[in-house]
């Protein structure tokens, strides 16, 4: 089967218009490095960094073993084996400067607020004062996660919920704020539907968003039918 790759005229024209062509995705499990595959399949420069496992010879060991995994994962992640090419690995202590350039920057880390606070203040001072902040967080409010955060970043911050896989899965639920600029929306709504795909879901700033809510509803529906109907 043929895979059709548009023109990188094309593509860099379309990341012109969305100004976001550089990419960082923090966290590089499953969804950390999902999320780098697809950004690298819509023609961005994609750095991926995790942090530096006590003891590691290799201190980008994690960010590479993610990398070496793609080649490898079911269902495909990346639309071809060159796009791999995109991705550079990095780590949280060595590598802080190369956040400079990056037009977005995405969270994906574990799901606990004081972890997710220390990334954010970690890497605030070496952000451009245009990039855009964002968090995968499934459920964490984004309320409680810009606490302590300068007032001028958290106008950039914003929930950008991915579902799994998220080169396949085409809803991505997105949160911001009353300090967010509708400037800041629509340049992060743009790139997500003309260069990722996504049908772009904006969503209050509740637990769970609408995906999860709705999910978890019914399973608890279907929980209680089953005890209801003695069923086993």
Not at 38 to 66: F, S, T, W, Y
Not at 219 to 224: H, L
Request: some cysteine; charged content about 20%.
């Amino acid at each position: 089967m043929s895979i059709a790759v548009f023109p990188q005229s094309e593509i860099e024209s379309t990341q012109q218009e969305n100004g976001i062509r550089r990419i960082a995705v923090i966290g590089s499990g499953l969804m950390g490095a999902g999320i780098a595959a697809h950004c690298a399949n819509a023609g961005c420069e994609v750095l991926l960094m995790d942090i530096v496992p006590k003891g590691a010879q290799e201190r980008n060991v994690l960010a590479l073993k993610a990398l070496d995994e793609m080649a490898t994962a079911n269902p495909e992640v990346l639309m071809h084996p060159d796009f791999a090419g995109r991705i550079t690995a990095g780590n949280l202590e060595d590598d802080l400067e190369l956040l400079a350039d990056r037009d977005w920057v995405v969270e994906v880390v574990v799901e606990r607020v004081d972890i997710k606070r220390t990334v954010y203040a970690n890497i605030a001072e070496h952000l451009s004062e245009t990039a855009i902040l964002s968090s995968n967080t499934s459920t964490l409010p984004r309320a409680e996660l810009i606490v302590g955060m300068e007032p001028s970043l958290a106008s950039r911050f914003l929930i950008t919920h991915f579902f799994n896989p998220p080169r396949y899965l085409p809803l991505l639920e997105v949160v911001g704020g009353e300090e967010v600029s509708e400037k800041v929306m629509a340049r992060f709504q743009r790139f997500a539907d003309q260069s990722l795909g996504k049908r772009v879901t904006l969503c209050n700033d509740t637990p769970g968003f609408i995906g999860n809510r709705l999910g978890i509803y019914f399973v608890q529906r279907a929980i209680a039918a089953t005890l209801e109907h003695g069923f086993t």
